[in-house]
């Protein structure tokens, strides 16, 4: 078994890894990058957060042997993956916790280049219930609705297979619950 390099990233840092990874060999332009990090209203000094991410990512990859990776392409950046690939396999320790499935949503979303409000277009669900899920506000969605879902992200294959299995996972199995922990929790 190979052992886990860690690079220790930042909230931002690791959206912008993930959407460069979602992306590898493509051209991803800054604006996404920003949509990525930022769901609300950006700041005034997003693309230099932005750059400032991409420069330590670009620091903690030369220190894995990786340090032409990532390279500026106007109008962003393209994350060079055939060098990188066995490299970036042992990053991530292979017993860390599965995404989280709102963390899923928004990544498959984000790589469609869809807001939420398009999404909620294209699947017939809420845009409330998309931010609920993406914000693991909501634990247990719905079966109709996670295949309406993925259905709007155009998802097939083993990439719906993946999508539906990580909603069905994050639903708690009946009988679960400890004695006197009866939070209730949303469904949608």
Request: glycine share 8%; proline share 6%; aromatic share 2%.
């Amino acid at each position: 078994m190979t052992r886990g390099v860690h690079i220790g990233l930042s909230g931002r840092q690791a959206i912008v890894l993930d959407v460069l990874l979602l992306n590898a060999n493509q051209v991803v332009g800054i604006d996404r990058l920003i949509d990525a990090v930022w769901d609300t209203e950006p700041p005034a000094t997003a693309r230099t957060q932005v750059r400032l991410c991409v420069s330590a990512l670009r620091a903690s990859l030369g220190g894995i042997g990786l340090p032409s990776t990532i390279v500026t392409r106007p109008p962003g950046y393209l994350m060079r993956v055939a060098e990188a690939a066995p490299a970036l396999e042992s990053i991530t320790p292979a017993d860390e916790r599965p995404a989280h499935f709102g963390e899923l949503l928004r990544s498959h979303r984000q790589s469609l280049g869809a807001t939420q409000r398009l999404l909620a277009a294209r699947s017939t669900v809420s845009v409330r219930a998309i931010r609920d899920l993406e914000h693991g506000r909501v634990s247990r969605p719905r079966r109709d609705t996670v295949r309406l879902i993925a259905a709007g992200l155009g998802l097939s294959g083993q990439a719906r297979a993946d999508f539906e299995r990580a909603a069905a996972s994050s639903r708690p199995t009946t009988g679960t619950s400890a004695p006197g922990n009866h939070r209730k929790r949303r469904s949608v």
